[in-house]
């Protein structure tokens, strides 16, 4: 069972200045938990219903998390699921390391992604596609958000991020004497990507669910790239078209 | 203002029972409804905030839709979504005609597709490639619930759905004794679709988000197919799935 101060604490991380505040984040459900106690991930407790903690004793026994045994109705109190009938962890977040594309790297950059169910679907679709390293501008969603790690179906455990200014990035790799790297942006009037060769190293940047590009990142952008169009549908979503833009890059050059 | 019969009944039409009972549904938001008093349907009532009527007032005209004016309050009330500052259509249900593909179109099968926002966005997806006829299984989400309309952005009014035994549809097309169709199935152990010589005719299967293509239905995929990954996630979304393998037969067939 849970103290006050435990379910108090859990509840706070629902919101971001909390997360940042403790430097602790909240992953839930059974597969999300099973995956983040399998990383490298710090773990600072679990909360579990007694069936989940006898499956996965060998889990929190590894890193020695210390473990709660709660009901179902604490566990989705403490939480942020409508229903979660396994378990919760509380998580120590990463330091916010600087993230560079190397030589045969694709890396990806979020210019103001703001809806956290599409970030965790990009997470998800960069671990498909390989992708380890994700740039975010400041006003992207923050990826410890419950519902991005939750989108993410724990592959929030297998790729990186940093938050920062992402146009500086782009100006240091374009002002590069040697080995400047692509930088490919979505846009409505760029190359077809069904056509295009893609380089092996460098950026691709997807921009804000309404706006796109910003300008101040747009004017990094050294090859504009369209999805070709075959209908009516006035747009694509922002995770979908990351997806398809990853896989005609993987598809030309791997 | 509504009467209180008026908004009874708008609100019954958030399930699926008296949707079928008065072959009505809901359309929300700006955009959904100027599209779908631009299309086909038929709208027997559009309740609206005074300056989205005002705006709009030509296209309520040209059906000679009834038009109530309501407050911003009473909108939320009635509709489904959180938040809807202009405006809902009651819209008159489709017969449910058969559909098959017709030499040099690829239409789209969905296997026991549950999730109404996986629905909305395949909606939208076959509307940019340019896929116009879609087959649901009688266990698929129905179109008509509110969360698939709004996922979809308006393409519901652009794309064409049928509901019934969508192995009976594969059946009879495997039997032709000409003009066979291919019968695109996603599954881990399929060819790569990068490098498939897909054809121009035929259907593709999309199976559950869980389970895949039932057994009933794989036994007519005359093709399997697979997308390559490069990492290490375990699954795409079903959404992301269909607009990849849709963007690769494009590719080659265009």
């Known amino acids: 069972m849970l103290s006050k101060n435990q379910l108090k604490y859990i509840q706070s991380l629902h919101q971001k200045k909390f997360r940042q505040q403790h430097g602790t984040f909240l992953v ?8 983040v106690l399998q990383s490298d991930f710090q773990t600072e407790l679990v909360i579990a219903t007694e069936a989940f903690y006898k499956e996965n004793v060998h889990l929190t026994e590894r890193q020695r998390t210390p473990v709660e045994i709660v009901s179902i109705a604490e566990l989705e109190r403490a939480g942020t699921l409508e229903s979660n009938n396994a378990a ?8 916010n390391r600087p993230l560079l594309a190397a030589p045969n790297e694709i890396a990806l950059i979020l210019d103001d992604i703001r809806d956290p169910g599409n970030l965790g679907t990009i997470l998800r679709i960069a671990d498909w596609y ?4 994700i740039l975010c501008s400041e006003t992207t969603a923050d990826v410890y958000n419950p519902k991005v790690i939750s989108a993410s179906k724990g592959s929030f455990t297998r790729v990186n991020w940093w ?3 992402v146009a500086d990035v782009l100006k240091q790799s374009n002002d590069e004497p040697v080995g400047k790297l692509a930088v490919y942006g979505a846009f409505l009037d760029g190359e077809d990507v069904h056509t295009l060769a893609f ?10 669910e309404s ?3 910003r300008p101040d990142t747009a004017q990094y952008v050294t090859q504009r790239v369209t999805i070709p169009r075959y209908g009516d549908a006035e747009s694509l979503n922002v995770g979908i078209a990351t997806a398809i833009l990853l896989d005609n890059i993987r598809r030309v050059t791997q």
Do not use: D, P
């Not at 839930?28 to 995956?35: P, T």
């Not at 919760?88 to 330091?95: C, G, I, N, Q, S």
């Not at 380089?199 to 804000?208: A, D, Q």
């Open 28 to 35: 839930e459900g059974a597969k999300s938990v099973q995956e």
């Open 88 to 95: 919760l962890a509380v998580v120590k977040t990463k330091e």
């Open 130 to 133: 390989g992708v380890r390293k």
């Open 163 to 165: 938050y920062g200014n």
């Open 199 to 208: 380089s092996k190293s460098g950026y691709l940047v997807m921009g804000n």
């Open 211 to 213: 706006n796109g590009i």
